[in-house]
T-cell receptor, first 113, second 111 residues
Framework: KAGVTQTPRYLIKTRGQQVTLSCSPI?????VSWYQQTPGQGLQFLFE???????NKGNFPGRFSGRQFSNSRSEMNVSTLELGDSALYLC????????????FGEGSWLTVV | SQQGEEDPQALSIQEGENATMNCSYK?????LQWYRQNSGRGLVHLIL?????REKHSGRLRVTLDTSKKSSSLLITASRAADTASYFC???????????FGRGTSLIVHP
């Protein structure tokens, strides 16, 4: 069965622009969560969606937002990009909300210049 | 703030040797998980151990959990060059199931 798919894998944006990242969870998984990974901060939880509703949110500014569609696919958006937003953005899915094991995609590498 | 912290930050061994990584955490947990990340890739789930368990095995992996010391260890036996990766522990915090990750141990296995 296909794993978590994230697109695009790599992208370069300019400060001030906005970016949208996409995530398709494993078939049958209804919970999608997003993480930001940087060398300085490690893996930081962004938010979690289930049944098209944001259920949990990490400590990130409002420039970071997301949504989930009826087919469980999810997108996250970062507006007014800053250099510090350069990171690997990881999407993970689990079968249910609070699923003990989450399965990660390969991530989207964002570079802000 | 980080809930779990791995130790050592980096580990370099020869193929065939055992590799041991430790994870310490601060607050009570329901479960603890270990993940592996190859350079620039996503994380792969290795093993989950619940707070009422003391030891679990999966192939060449052995995980122990000591809730009194708030620590866990991951042992990889007979390591291979393909085990070269970063290893992360992830814990939930009491009352929240969201896994919080440590900064990881970077393991290099020399052939």
């Amino acid at each position: 069965k296909a794993g978590v798919t994230q697109t695009p894998r790599y992208l370069i944006k300019t400060r001030g622009q906005q970016v949208t990242l996409s995530c398709s969870p494993i078939s049958g998984h209804r919970s999608v969560s997003w993480y930001q990974q940087t060398p300085g901060q490690g893996l930081q939880f962004l938010f979690e969606y289930f049944s098209e509703t944001q259920r949990n949110k990490g400590n990130f500014p409002g420039r970071f937002s997301g949504r989930q569609f009826s087919n469980s696919r999810s997108e996250m958006n970062v507006s007014t990009l800053e250099l510090g937003d350069s990171a690997l953005y990881l999407c993970a899915s689990s079968r249910e909300l609070g699923g003990n094991t989450i399965y990660f995609g390969e991530g989207s590498w964002l570079t802000v210049v | 703030s980080q809930q779990g912290e791995e130790d050592p930050q980096a580990l370099s061994i020869q193929e065939g040797e055992n590799a041991t990584m430790n994870c310490s955490y601060k607050t009570s947990i329901n479960n603890l998980q270990w993940y592996r990340q190859n350079s620039g890739r996503g994380l792969v789930h290795l093993i989950l151990i619940r707070s009422n368990e003391r030891e679990k095995h999966s192939g060449r992996l052995r995980v122990t959990l000591d809730t009194s010391k708030k620590s866990s260890s991951l042992l990889i036996t007979a390591s291979r060059a393909a085990d070269t990766a970063s290893y992360f522990c992830a814990t939930d915090r009491g009352g929240s199931y969201i896994p919080t990750f440590g900064r990881g141990t970077s393991l290099i296995v020399h052939p």
